[in-house]
């Protein structure tokens, strides 16, 4: 029987850490199919973390979104041409300071975020299902409990990233 490409067998090499490789294999699967989903609303994987910090916060400096979504500056520039191409964000000069850039989802992103919220309550249940109530509670509060161990090492890259760009 021939391997499924897209779910592959562990590498040998990853058999130290096997909860990694399916956390790993999962989120790249999960990243998958919201892709599919969000296709469908003219958005790339990614864009809607975008979108959601600036339904959420409303204009922010390029800058402070930049951290917030946790992305490489070129792929959030790149996101944010594509999304004011589109009509979802504006860009204007920050009033404080003319040299920074602020953002901001426009009113006809409106219908947008009902759409994406629609698109990850769908993912949702793509993700989550056969498992009942109980299950994924218990997935949540795993997870959650995951994610905290990994927050100090992503404070730290960052913080090492910012000792880089000023090296």
Request: proline share 7%.
């Amino acid at each position: 029987m021939k391997a499924d490409p897209a779910c592959p067998e562990p590498p040998s090499t990853a058999s130290g850490g096997p909860v990694s490789h399916s956390i790993s294999q999962t989120a790249r699967l999960h990243r998958i199919a919201a892709g599919r989903l969000l296709r469908d609303l003219g958005l790339y994987p990614g864009q809607e973390f975008v979108m959601m910090h600036l339904w959420d916060a409303g204009p922010v400096r390029q800058s402070e979104l930049i951290k917030a979504v946790g992305l490489d500056p070129s792929t959030v520039t790149k996101m944010l041409q594509r999304l004011e191409q589109s009509g979802h964000v504006r860009r204007s000069p920050d009033p404080a300071d003319r040299r920074a850039a602020l953002v901001e989802a426009t009113g006809a992103s409106c219908g947008l975020k009902a759409q994406v919220e629609q698109a990850w309550r769908q993912l949702e249940e793509i993700t989550l299902a056969g498992l009942d109530e109980s299950e994924r509670k218990e997935l949540l509060r795993l997870l959650g409990h995951v994610e905290g161990n990994l927050c100090p090492q992503a404070r730290e890259a960052a913080a090492d990233g910012a000792c880089d760009a000023e090296a």
